[in-house]
């Protein structure tokens, strides 16, 4: 009986969380699974021929079918024009031409489909998904390519040997070569490439100084307030509300104030810590490694230890005055409270401070993407600013999900840490002790 209701109950639970678990599954883990899924292929939307996850060998119909004609005409135009062995290698390559597609008009499939799509574009109409792609299988890409690769050559050859008037020929035979489409998976490239190279952790450990260094100094900040906020005095609202401005401020705007607060010529925080000997110099702020991390730093804590101060002062209003009250009536300092009352009864709050706060600073982009774009020499980029360029800059989208997927993994052990050494006591609420 006993045993029938606990499994009932268990079973009740489960069913109880099922939708917030298919919540996290699509929202959280779905996206993460689909960056891991594209970093195992070589995806690049600046090359129109890896746009796309592709299997097997193929051809872009509807780029060949533009190209090919184009390039028959302009050899014969050109060989019409041509001295006689500039015309011999013409015609040869026109023949090697032909042969390529001779190759392909090989299986009639092709041939009806290359009709259909240059039907389809004589009539100014958009190609549909299903005639886009011919799939070829390896042996005819083999071959395929070899043709394509030898004319491409060829006629850059002899552009280079000014055989040519223009450069007509060498485009049309490289748009011909990048009609080519062929199985784009890597497997683990990336992160092997990424892995073993100096810049993923050259920009990780930027981001573990900046986060470091800023959570610490934003923990010890925040409390000061907190242990004064949390104070009674005449104007303590109007305090709050100030010390909350910063936060309140956009991130993007103030990133943009400091900026030009920091700039080397006219900014008025970079004279103040170049009178006070902070710096030797005004420019060097934003022009070296060290002071260019100064400032993202400097900035990242004025822009969010109010957000620190604001949680740390709610768990300081959870504690029972009485315990205050008691230390004093048997002889504690105002340290020995601190110290024996305030830190230990904030010991879950200050949890939950760092966890945040670690885990948006180890992800910061936008303050460090405005104030320095990660410069100089990538001396601030963070690994978000990394995956960003990779992704949207360069436009590869293989090897930036790979950096998505690792960003991932970071903020999953950074939170597994603090959960395992820190935060016990948070999820069982004392059950065990």
Known sequence: MWRTWTQSEKRMGLILILPTLI????????????SFWISLYDVELNNPAKTEIHHSYGIDMEKFVNIFPLLTKNLDESSAKADPQTKQQLEEIKRKAEQLKAVLDGNPQFSRQYKQVDDILFDGQSV???????KLDKAQADKVTGEMKAIRQQLAEMTEAHQLTDNTLAGLSNGLTESLIQPNFVG???YEKLLTGGRLWASLTNTMIFTVVSVGLELVLGLMIALVVNRSFRGRGLVRAAVLIPWAIPTVIS????????????????????????????GL??????????????????????FMSLLLLAGLQMIPES????????????????FRITLPQLKSTILVSLLFRTLDAF?????????TGGGPANSTETISIYAYKTMFAQMDFGQGSALSVIVFICVAIISMIFVKLLGSDLISDGQGK
Not at 23 to 34: C, D, E, M, S, Y
Not at 128 to 134: A, R, V
Not at 255 to 275: P, S, T
């Open 23 to 34: 919540t996290i599954l699509v929202i959280a883990i779905w996206p993460v699974l689909r």
């Open 128 to 134: 549909p998904d299903d005639l886009k792609i011919f």
């Open 188 to 190: 683990l490239k990336y």
């Open 255 to 282: 990133a943009l104030m400091w900026k030009f607060m920091f700039d080397g010529q006219n900014g008025i925080m970079a004279k103040f810590f170049a009178q006070i000997g902070l710096v030797s110099d005004m």
């Open 285 to 306: 702020l934003l022009t070296t490694k060290w002071g260019s991390m100064f400032a993202v730093i400097f900035a990242d804590v004025w822009k969010t230890t109010p």
């Open 323 to 338: 315990l205050y009250e008691a230390a004093a009536v048997d002889g504690a300092s105002k340290v020995q409270q601190f």
């Open 363 to 371: 992800r910061v982009f936008d303050l460090v993407y405005v104030l």
